[in-house]
């Protein structure tokens, strides 16, 4: 899997602490990159062209996202792109159908998916995890075992499906976790990538490799 984390230029100095906690310098699954935001829209572009009209969009409520890049940054997607949110792959793994009725957080599902996990709030560590999250609930094998299934002994008052209790197990908090890990889980800091010009060409080799593999 090929990660990159994008740092807009002009927001650099744009940090979280108020209602989260500031991950910006907590990059730990890949290098972060100052690109400025009149670039944003061209790297987009070569990356729908390079990846193909198989392309698919996960997030986590990902919608503002799209509309934010739409509005801020002037970035075009592709009419007929796919979009797989994890938020509502878990309102259909839990058979819900409103935020008032489940919990739906990032890291209540990764809890509840028992995926280990550190440092979110800092884009690229929960754009990796939500992908991680997504993965395990398009399985069939595992919605089949861990979500709902029919029970022909207790059914619902419709007839539908009757909720078992998922077989799966809290992790340790985050602050457990990194005592456990060590240094591994956090890197003191981000190595930015400090040209003034984005390198296209370092950009559209790296796209290539993961389209058609190392070398080709």
């Known amino acids: 899997m090929l990660n990159m984390h994008f740092i807009i230029k002009e927001n650099r100095h744009v940090r979280n602490?108020?209602?989260?906690?500031?991950?910006?310098?907590?990059?730990?699954?890949?290098?972060?990159?100052?690109?400025?935001?009149?670039?944003?829209?061209?790297?987009?572009?070569?990356l729908f062209?390079?990846?193909?009209?198989?392309?698919?969009?996960?997030?986590?409520?990902?919608?503002?996202?799209?509309?934010?890049?739409?509005?801020?940054?002037?970035?075009?997607?592709?009419g007929d792109i796919r979009i797989l949110d994890t938020e509502k792959l878990w309102f259909g793994l839990l058979n819900v159908n409103s935020i008032a009725q489940c919990k739906y957080g990032l890291t209540y599902i990764l809890?509840?998916?028992s995926i280990p996990h550190a440092y979110l709030h800092n884009a690229i560590n929960d754009a990796y995890y939500t992908m991680v999250a997504c993965l395990m609930m398009c399985s069939p094998s595992f919605v089949l075992n861990c979500g709902y299934k029919e029970n022909p002994n207790k059914k619902t008052e419709k007839g539908g499906w009757a909720k078992v209790k998922p077989l799966l197990k809290f992790n340790p908090p985050e602050e457990v976790l990194q005592k456990k890990l060590g240094k591994a889980v956090k890197t003191p800091s981000n190595t930015f990538y400090k040209a003034d010009v984005f390198n296209y060409g370092w950009f559209d080799d790296m796209l290539s490799d993961v389209v058609s593999g190392p070398g080709k």
């Open 49 to 78: 062209i390079k990846l193909g009209p198989n392309t698919a969009i996960v997030g986590h409520n990902v919608l503002g996202d799209i509309e934010t890049l739409i509005a801020n940054c002037g970035v075009e997607f592709p």
């Open 111 to 113: 809890n509840k998916l």
């Open 17 to 46: 602490h108020r209602f989260v906690a500031d991950a910006k310098d907590d990059n730990i699954a890949s290098q972060s990159m100052v690109i400025s935001n009149r670039e944003i829209a061209t790297v987009f572009k070569r």
